[in-house]
Protein backbone atom coordinates (compact mmCIF):
# COMPACT_ATOMS: atom_id res chain seq x y z
CA UNK A 1 0.00 0.00 0.00
CA UNK A 2 1.33 2.97 -1.38
CA UNK A 3 2.13 6.33 1.15
CA UNK A 4 1.27 9.03 -1.58
CA UNK A 5 0.62 12.18 0.73
CA UNK A 6 3.60 13.39 2.94
CA UNK A 7 2.14 15.65 5.98
CA UNK A 8 3.11 16.43 9.61
CA UNK A 9 -0.75 16.93 10.24
CA UNK A 10 -3.42 14.61 9.47
CA UNK A 11 -7.03 16.46 9.47
CA UNK A 12 -10.05 13.64 8.94
CA UNK A 13 -12.77 15.85 7.85
CA UNK A 14 -13.16 18.68 6.26
CA UNK A 15 -15.91 20.46 7.95
CA UNK A 16 -16.01 23.91 9.57
CA UNK A 17 -13.08 22.51 12.46
CA UNK A 18 -10.69 20.89 10.07
CA UNK A 19 -10.43 23.03 7.38
CA UNK A 20 -10.18 26.11 9.72
CA UNK A 21 -7.20 24.17 11.58
CA UNK A 22 -5.92 23.16 8.30
CA UNK A 23 -5.68 26.54 7.33
CA UNK A 24 -4.32 27.93 10.16
CA UNK A 25 -1.66 25.10 10.40
CA UNK A 26 -0.83 26.02 6.68
CA UNK A 27 -0.12 29.41 7.07
CA UNK A 28 2.21 28.81 9.84
CA UNK A 29 3.92 26.94 7.12
CA UNK A 30 3.20 23.20 8.70
CA UNK A 31 2.80 20.55 5.98
CA UNK A 32 -1.29 19.75 6.24
CA UNK A 33 -3.86 17.16 4.61
CA UNK A 34 -7.41 16.57 5.06
CA UNK A 35 -8.94 14.15 4.43
CA UNK A 36 -12.73 14.56 3.15
CA UNK A 37 -15.14 11.83 2.17
CA UNK A 38 -17.57 14.34 0.40
CA UNK A 39 -16.91 15.40 -3.52
CA UNK A 40 -18.43 18.83 -2.85
CA UNK A 41 -19.24 20.83 0.29
CA UNK A 42 -23.10 19.82 -0.12
CA UNK A 43 -24.83 20.28 3.33
CA UNK A 44 -27.73 21.61 3.91
CA UNK A 45 -29.38 22.18 7.28
CA UNK A 46 -26.12 21.93 9.02
CA UNK A 47 -24.35 24.47 11.00
CA UNK A 48 -25.70 27.64 9.81
CA UNK A 49 -26.14 29.76 12.39
CA UNK A 50 -22.61 31.37 13.11
CA UNK A 51 -21.77 32.92 16.58
CA UNK A 52 -20.63 36.46 17.10
CA UNK A 53 -17.60 35.24 18.19
CA UNK A 54 -17.03 32.88 15.14
CA UNK A 55 -17.78 36.14 13.08
CA UNK A 56 -15.27 37.76 14.69
CA UNK A 57 -12.67 35.13 14.14
CA UNK A 58 -13.66 34.38 10.40
CA UNK A 59 -13.52 38.36 9.75
CA UNK A 60 -9.83 38.03 11.85
CA UNK A 61 -9.09 35.20 9.24
CA UNK A 62 -9.86 37.09 6.04
CA UNK A 63 -12.61 34.52 5.03
CA UNK A 64 -15.61 36.73 6.06
CA UNK A 65 -15.09 39.40 3.04
CA UNK A 66 -15.21 36.51 0.80
CA UNK A 67 -18.39 34.91 2.04
CA UNK A 68 -20.06 38.29 2.74
CA UNK A 69 -22.43 37.69 -0.04
CA UNK A 70 -24.04 34.67 0.97
CA UNK A 71 -24.28 35.93 5.23
CA UNK A 72 -27.09 37.60 6.72
CA UNK A 73 -27.02 38.84 10.05
CA UNK A 74 -29.46 38.49 12.80
CA UNK A 75 -29.81 41.94 14.74
CA UNK A 76 -32.99 41.05 17.42
CA UNK A 77 -34.05 38.01 18.80
CA UNK A 78 -37.37 37.23 20.00
CA UNK A 79 -39.08 34.62 22.05
CA UNK A 80 -42.83 34.25 22.19
CA UNK A 81 -44.84 31.51 24.35
CA UNK A 82 -48.63 31.10 23.67
CA UNK A 83 -48.44 33.94 21.05
CA UNK A 84 -47.60 36.31 23.04
CA UNK A 85 -43.37 37.39 23.52
CA UNK A 86 -41.85 37.26 26.60
CA UNK A 87 -38.25 38.04 26.01
CA UNK A 88 -36.42 39.95 23.20
CA UNK A 89 -33.33 41.21 22.83
CA UNK A 90 -31.48 44.06 20.55
CA UNK A 91 -27.77 42.90 19.39
CA UNK A 92 -26.80 46.41 18.51
CA UNK A 93 -27.01 47.34 21.91
CA UNK A 94 -23.77 45.23 22.95
CA UNK A 95 -20.69 47.45 21.67
CA UNK A 96 -18.55 44.97 20.57
CA UNK A 97 -16.64 44.70 17.37
CA UNK A 98 -18.67 41.99 16.00
CA UNK A 99 -22.09 41.87 17.61
CA UNK A 100 -24.52 39.91 15.40
CA UNK A 101 -25.10 36.50 15.08
CA UNK A 102 -25.00 35.33 11.46
CA UNK A 103 -26.75 33.06 9.17
CA UNK A 104 -24.00 31.17 6.62
CA UNK A 105 -24.61 28.17 4.99
CA UNK A 106 -21.79 26.07 4.62
CA UNK A 107 -21.04 25.16 1.13
CA UNK A 108 -19.90 28.99 0.58
CA UNK A 109 -18.11 29.01 4.03
CA UNK A 110 -16.18 25.72 3.58
CA UNK A 111 -15.28 26.74 -0.40
CA UNK A 112 -13.63 29.82 0.94
CA UNK A 113 -12.09 28.10 3.78
CA UNK A 114 -10.42 25.38 0.63
CA UNK A 115 -9.58 28.00 -1.49
CA UNK A 116 -7.26 29.94 1.13
CA UNK A 117 -5.64 26.60 1.91
CA UNK A 118 -5.00 25.90 -1.84
CA UNK A 119 -3.19 28.97 -2.42
CA UNK A 120 -0.80 27.79 0.10
CA UNK A 121 1.84 24.99 -0.62
CA UNK A 122 1.86 22.92 2.96
CA UNK A 123 -1.92 22.59 1.76
CA UNK A 124 -3.55 19.16 0.42
CA UNK A 125 -6.98 18.31 0.44
CA UNK A 126 -7.95 14.76 -0.24
CA UNK A 127 -11.65 14.51 -1.85
CA UNK A 128 -13.87 11.64 -1.98
CA UNK A 129 -11.78 10.40 0.55
CA UNK A 130 -12.66 8.00 3.24
CA UNK A 131 -10.47 7.21 6.30
CA UNK A 132 -10.71 3.29 7.04
CA UNK A 133 -8.42 2.60 9.65
CA UNK A 134 -5.37 3.78 11.50
CA UNK A 135 -1.78 3.65 11.39
CA UNK A 136 0.06 3.03 14.89
CA UNK A 137 3.62 2.49 15.35
CA UNK A 138 4.76 -0.53 17.95
CA UNK A 139 3.94 1.18 21.05
CA UNK A 140 0.49 1.89 20.12
CA UNK A 141 1.31 5.31 19.04
CA UNK A 142 -0.94 6.53 16.29
CA UNK A 143 1.43 7.67 13.41
CA UNK A 144 -1.08 8.33 10.61
CA UNK A 145 -4.41 6.71 8.49
CA UNK A 146 -5.36 3.94 6.28
CA UNK A 147 -7.51 5.67 3.66
CA UNK A 148 -9.55 4.65 0.72
CA UNK A 149 -9.74 6.93 -2.41
CA UNK A 150 -10.44 7.39 -5.93
CA UNK A 151 -7.54 5.78 -6.72
CA UNK A 152 -7.58 3.03 -4.03
CA UNK A 153 -6.34 2.57 -0.60
CA UNK A 154 -3.20 4.24 0.30
CA UNK A 155 -2.01 5.82 3.47
CA UNK A 156 -0.86 9.64 5.00
CA UNK A 157 1.73 9.11 7.48
CA UNK A 158 1.67 12.05 9.96
CA UNK A 159 3.26 12.90 13.16
CA UNK A 160 -0.22 14.45 14.25
CA UNK A 161 -3.62 12.61 13.27
CA UNK A 162 -6.92 15.00 13.72
CA UNK A 163 -10.17 13.51 14.44
CA UNK A 164 -12.46 16.33 12.93
CA UNK A 165 -15.16 14.04 11.50
CA UNK A 166 -18.02 15.47 13.43
CA UNK A 167 -20.77 13.88 15.40
CA UNK A 168 -20.53 10.73 14.28
CA UNK A 169 -17.29 10.50 14.25
CA UNK A 170 -15.54 6.94 12.47
CA UNK A 171 -12.22 8.65 13.84
CA UNK A 172 -13.35 8.40 17.71
CA UNK A 173 -14.43 4.92 17.03
CA UNK A 174 -11.00 4.13 15.93
CA UNK A 175 -9.22 5.26 17.96
CA UNK A 176 -10.87 3.51 21.43
CA UNK A 177 -11.26 6.76 23.42
CA UNK A 178 -14.16 5.84 25.56
CA UNK A 179 -17.18 8.59 25.38
CA UNK A 180 -20.82 8.65 26.35
CA UNK A 181 -23.94 9.70 24.27
CA UNK A 182 -26.47 11.38 25.81
CA UNK A 183 -29.54 11.58 23.96
CA UNK A 184 -32.22 14.32 24.88
CA UNK A 185 -36.01 14.12 24.94
CA UNK A 186 -36.52 15.86 21.47
CA UNK A 187 -35.48 15.80 17.80
CA UNK A 188 -35.93 18.36 15.28
CA UNK A 189 -37.51 18.29 11.92
CA UNK A 190 -36.22 20.99 9.95
CA UNK A 191 -37.16 22.66 5.99
CA UNK A 192 -36.65 26.02 4.59
CA UNK A 193 -39.98 28.17 3.52
CA UNK A 194 -40.40 32.35 1.82
CA UNK A 195 -39.92 34.25 4.82
CA UNK A 196 -43.46 36.29 4.78
CA UNK A 197 -43.62 40.27 4.02
CA UNK A 198 -45.20 40.71 7.59
CA UNK A 199 -41.56 39.37 9.14
CA UNK A 200 -38.40 41.66 8.56
CA UNK A 201 -35.33 39.53 7.75
CA UNK A 202 -32.68 39.52 10.43
CA UNK A 203 -35.20 38.52 13.39
CA UNK A 204 -34.41 35.27 15.13
CA UNK A 205 -37.89 33.75 16.42
CA UNK A 206 -38.09 31.00 19.02
CA UNK A 207 -42.37 30.02 19.26
CA UNK A 208 -42.95 27.97 22.18
CA UNK A 209 -46.95 26.42 23.20
CA UNK A 210 -46.52 23.85 25.90
CA UNK A 211 -43.77 21.43 25.42
CA UNK A 212 -44.03 21.92 21.82
CA UNK A 213 -41.45 24.93 20.27
CA UNK A 214 -39.88 26.13 16.88
CA UNK A 215 -37.56 27.68 15.32
CA UNK A 216 -37.87 30.28 12.48
CA UNK A 217 -34.24 31.65 11.53
CA UNK A 218 -34.32 34.16 8.20
CA UNK A 219 -31.31 33.00 5.84
CA UNK A 220 -30.50 34.42 2.71
CA UNK A 221 -31.73 35.08 0.16
CA UNK A 222 -35.34 35.87 1.56
CA UNK A 223 -36.51 32.39 3.14
CA UNK A 224 -36.86 30.84 6.50
CA UNK A 225 -35.16 28.47 8.56
CA UNK A 226 -37.78 26.35 10.25
CA UNK A 227 -37.29 23.95 12.94
CA UNK A 228 -39.63 21.81 15.31
CA UNK A 229 -39.23 19.68 17.60
CA UNK A 230 -40.69 16.25 17.98
CA UNK A 231 -40.73 13.45 20.65
CA UNK A 232 -37.42 11.34 20.89
CA UNK A 233 -37.50 8.78 18.00
CA UNK A 234 -41.02 10.17 16.89
CA UNK A 235 -40.76 10.57 13.12
CA UNK A 236 -42.19 7.63 12.58
CA UNK A 237 -45.22 8.37 14.22
CA UNK A 238 -45.53 11.85 12.78
CA UNK A 239 -45.51 10.75 8.97
CA UNK A 240 -48.20 8.52 9.90
CA UNK A 241 -50.75 11.31 10.49
CA UNK A 242 -49.51 12.45 7.37
CA UNK A 243 -48.18 16.27 6.29
CA UNK A 244 -50.81 17.69 7.30
CA UNK A 245 -49.58 16.66 11.44
CA UNK A 246 -46.67 19.10 10.04
CA UNK A 247 -48.66 21.94 8.56
CA UNK A 248 -50.77 22.05 11.73
CA UNK A 249 -47.90 22.07 14.00
CA UNK A 250 -47.01 25.24 12.26
CA UNK A 251 -50.77 26.57 12.19
CA UNK A 252 -50.36 26.50 15.89
CA UNK A 253 -46.49 28.22 16.35
CA UNK A 254 -46.65 30.47 13.25
CA UNK A 255 -49.53 31.39 11.30
CA UNK A 256 -47.58 34.01 9.47
CA UNK A 257 -46.00 31.65 7.52
CA UNK A 258 -49.13 28.69 7.44
CA UNK A 259 -49.84 29.65 3.73
CA UNK A 260 -45.76 29.41 2.29
CA UNK A 261 -45.75 25.99 4.01
CA UNK A 262 -48.48 24.65 2.59
CA UNK A 263 -46.85 25.61 -0.37
CA UNK A 264 -43.19 24.73 -0.26
CA UNK A 265 -43.71 21.44 2.17
CA UNK A 266 -45.91 19.00 0.75
CA UNK A 267 -44.31 15.92 1.35
CA UNK A 268 -42.16 14.63 3.90
CA UNK A 269 -39.21 14.44 1.75
CA UNK A 270 -38.94 17.79 1.46
CA UNK A 271 -37.82 18.11 5.37
CA UNK A 272 -34.44 16.94 7.00
CA UNK A 273 -34.72 15.16 10.66
CA UNK A 274 -31.79 16.00 12.83
CA UNK A 275 -31.01 13.52 15.92
CA UNK A 276 -30.18 15.61 18.91
CA UNK A 277 -28.17 14.22 21.27
CA UNK A 278 -24.86 15.60 23.38
CA UNK A 279 -21.33 13.61 23.36
CA UNK A 280 -19.34 13.49 26.28
CA UNK A 281 -15.70 12.53 25.99
CA UNK A 282 -13.91 12.37 29.28
CA UNK A 283 -9.82 12.33 27.34
CA UNK A 284 -9.97 14.08 23.36
CA UNK A 285 -6.56 12.81 23.04
CA UNK A 286 -4.13 9.66 23.30
CA UNK A 287 -0.58 9.38 21.53
CA UNK A 288 -0.30 10.58 18.33
CA UNK A 289 -4.12 11.53 18.16
CA UNK A 290 -6.71 14.15 19.23
CA UNK A 291 -10.45 14.71 18.68
CA UNK A 292 -11.78 18.18 18.23
CA UNK A 293 -15.13 20.05 17.05
CA UNK A 294 -18.36 17.88 17.54
CA UNK A 295 -16.27 14.83 17.52
CA UNK A 296 -14.89 15.91 20.56
CA UNK A 297 -18.07 17.47 22.72
CA UNK A 298 -21.06 16.86 20.60
CA UNK A 299 -23.37 20.01 20.99
CA UNK A 300 -27.41 20.61 20.57
CA UNK A 301 -28.79 23.27 18.03
CA UNK A 302 -29.70 25.53 20.63
CA UNK A 303 -28.14 29.09 20.34
CA UNK A 304 -25.55 28.13 17.58
CA UNK A 305 -22.64 26.83 19.77
CA UNK A 306 -21.41 23.78 17.74
CA UNK A 307 -19.79 25.93 14.88
CA UNK A 308 -18.49 28.22 16.89
CA UNK A 309 -16.47 25.63 19.10
CA UNK A 310 -15.68 23.86 16.32
CA UNK A 311 -13.81 27.56 14.78
CA UNK A 312 -12.97 28.12 18.14
CA UNK A 313 -11.22 24.37 18.99
CA UNK A 314 -9.29 25.06 15.40
CA UNK A 315 -7.52 28.10 16.07
CA UNK A 316 -6.14 26.71 19.71
CA UNK A 317 -5.07 23.66 18.29
CA UNK A 318 -3.21 25.21 15.38
CA UNK A 319 -1.24 27.62 17.76
CA UNK A 320 -0.59 24.72 20.21
CA UNK A 321 0.72 22.44 17.60
CA UNK A 322 3.07 24.54 15.94
CA UNK A 323 4.48 25.71 19.41
CA UNK A 324 4.84 22.08 19.66
CA UNK A 325 6.44 21.26 16.01
CA UNK A 326 8.67 24.34 16.52
CA UNK A 327 10.21 22.71 19.63
CA UNK A 328 11.07 19.66 17.70
CA UNK A 329 8.01 17.94 17.07
CA UNK A 330 8.94 15.23 19.17
CA UNK A 331 5.93 13.09 20.69
CA UNK A 332 5.96 14.03 23.89
CA UNK A 333 6.14 17.68 23.13
CA UNK A 334 2.89 17.27 20.54
CA UNK A 335 1.27 14.91 23.61
CA UNK A 336 1.64 17.51 25.51
CA UNK A 337 -0.08 20.22 23.83
CA UNK A 338 -3.09 17.97 23.12
CA UNK A 339 -3.76 17.07 26.77
CA UNK A 340 -2.98 21.59 27.09
CA UNK A 341 -5.70 21.34 23.88
CA UNK A 342 -8.38 19.88 26.26
CA UNK A 343 -7.56 21.51 29.49
CA UNK A 344 -8.07 25.42 27.39
CA UNK A 345 -11.53 24.32 25.64
CA UNK A 346 -13.18 21.57 28.05
CA UNK A 347 -14.43 24.56 30.64
CA UNK A 348 -15.94 26.84 27.55
CA UNK A 349 -17.48 23.50 25.71
CA UNK A 350 -18.89 22.66 29.43
CA UNK A 351 -20.38 25.89 29.88
CA UNK A 352 -22.11 26.45 26.45
CA UNK A 353 -23.33 22.84 27.20
CA UNK A 354 -24.77 23.67 30.19
CA UNK A 355 -26.14 26.56 29.12
CA UNK A 356 -27.96 24.71 26.40
CA UNK A 357 -29.12 21.49 28.60
CA UNK A 358 -31.03 24.35 30.29
CA UNK A 359 -32.29 25.64 27.48
CA UNK A 360 -33.40 22.19 26.63
CA UNK A 361 -34.84 21.29 29.91
CA UNK A 362 -36.94 24.86 29.38
CA UNK A 363 -38.36 24.33 25.99
CA UNK A 364 -39.66 20.12 27.26
CA UNK A 365 -42.10 21.89 30.26
CA UNK A 366 -45.29 20.89 30.50
CA UNK A 367 -48.03 21.80 32.46
CA UNK A 368 -49.60 24.80 33.92
CA UNK A 369 -47.15 25.74 36.81
CA UNK A 370 -44.32 24.42 35.05
CA UNK A 371 -44.72 26.79 31.96
CA UNK A 372 -46.03 29.74 34.02
CA UNK A 373 -42.84 29.67 36.00
CA UNK A 374 -41.08 29.55 32.48
CA UNK A 375 -42.70 32.32 31.25
CA UNK A 376 -42.04 34.29 34.43
CA UNK A 377 -38.42 33.43 33.89
CA UNK A 378 -38.38 34.68 30.71
CA UNK A 379 -39.56 38.03 31.70
CA UNK A 380 -37.76 38.22 34.31
CA UNK A 381 -34.40 38.04 31.98
CA UNK A 382 -36.39 40.47 29.81
CA UNK A 383 -36.90 43.33 31.66
CA UNK A 384 -33.44 43.61 33.24
CA UNK A 385 -30.90 44.74 30.68
CA UNK A 386 -27.87 43.83 32.90
CA UNK A 387 -29.14 39.93 33.35
CA UNK A 388 -29.80 40.10 29.60
CA UNK A 389 -26.87 40.99 28.33
CA UNK A 390 -24.76 39.14 31.11
CA UNK A 391 -26.30 35.90 29.95
CA UNK A 392 -25.53 36.76 26.16
CA UNK A 393 -22.24 37.81 26.86
CA UNK A 394 -21.84 34.18 28.60
CA UNK A 395 -23.06 32.57 25.17
CA UNK A 396 -22.50 35.13 22.44
CA UNK A 397 -19.33 37.26 23.57
CA UNK A 398 -16.47 35.37 25.46
CA UNK A 399 -13.82 35.61 22.85
CA UNK A 400 -14.55 39.42 22.24
CA UNK A 401 -14.46 40.19 25.67
CA UNK A 402 -11.41 37.97 26.79
CA UNK A 403 -9.36 39.85 23.73
CA UNK A 404 -7.80 42.64 25.88
CA UNK A 405 -6.50 39.92 28.82
CA UNK A 406 -5.80 37.16 26.49
CA UNK A 407 -5.51 37.61 22.60
CA UNK A 408 -6.00 34.40 20.47
CA UNK A 409 -3.18 33.81 18.24
CA UNK A 410 -4.92 33.85 14.76
CA UNK A 411 -2.07 33.08 11.44
CA UNK A 412 -1.59 36.04 9.46
CA UNK A 413 -3.18 36.27 6.04
CA UNK A 414 -0.42 35.91 3.61
CA UNK A 415 0.17 39.32 1.64
CA UNK A 416 -0.81 39.20 -1.91
CA UNK A 417 2.63 38.65 -4.06
CA UNK A 418 3.74 41.32 -5.67
CA UNK A 419 2.71 41.67 -9.29
CA UNK A 420 5.19 41.80 -12.26
CA UNK A 421 6.44 44.91 -13.64
Known amino acids: MAADHQAQVCVVGGGPAGLTLALELARRGVPVTVVEQSARFDRSFR ?64 TALAEAGAELPGFRLLRRTTATGLLQDGAGRVTGVRCKGPEGETEVPAVLTVGADGRFSKVREMSGLPYEKLPLERDFVWFRVPRPAVWDGHTYRVRIAGDRHGLFIPTVPDLVRVGFN ?13 IGALHARMDELAPEISEGVRASVTQWSDTSMLDIFTTVVPRWS ?13 LTPVLGQGVNHAITDAVVLARLTTAALARGGSGGALDLATKRFQEEREAPVALARSLQLRQERAFALSGRIPCALRRFGYRAVGSSAVAKERILARVYYPLQDAQAHRPLDIARVPAPAPSAP
Open 230 to 242: IPKGGLREIRKEG
Open 47 to 110: GESISPDSVWLLERMGILDKVRDATLETRRMEIAEDGRPVLSADFSRYGRPCPYPMELPQPPLL
Open 286 to 298: RPGLVLMGDAAHT
